[in-house]
């Protein structure tokens, strides 16, 4: 008996767990590129907006998800992060714009 409900408890569960994914398939799918986007804009405003050194703004950007690439490009002020995947890379625009992603 305490085995047919333990059964049926964890197939509610599992059921419930897929619907869940199902429902939020857009979001756990766009993930991935967060994680690279937000620490490339992020480390691009601290380092070349609020113009702090590079040492405090990695410390400043830092996830628990890690980041695998990370390049700083001072000259063209141009950032580009890669994570779980993905790759993106922002770009300091100028004094009134600030960062962008490219």
């Given amino acids: 008996m305490m085995r047919k ?7 509610v569960l599992l059921v419930a767990l897929f619907g869940w994914v199902w429902q939020e398939r ?15 804009k ?3 405003s601290c380092r070349y907006v609020m113009q702090q050194p590079a040492e405090y703004c ?3 950007v830092k996830q628990s998800v890690p980041t695998n690439d990370f390049l700083d490009t001072p000259e ?3 950032i580009t992060v890669s ?7 922002a770009r300091w625009i100028g004094e009134r714009q600030g960062c962008r992603l490219e």
């Fill in 5 to 11: 409900v333990s059964l049926t408890l964890m197939a």
């Fill in 26 to 40: 857009v979001a756990l799918r766009a993930f991935p590129g967060v994680i690279s986007a937000y620490t490339a």
């Fill in 42 to 44: 992020e480390y691009c």
């Fill in 58 to 60: 990695r410390g400043y």
């Fill in 76 to 78: 063209a002020k141009r």
């Fill in 83 to 89: 994570g779980l995947g993905r790759s993106h890379s």
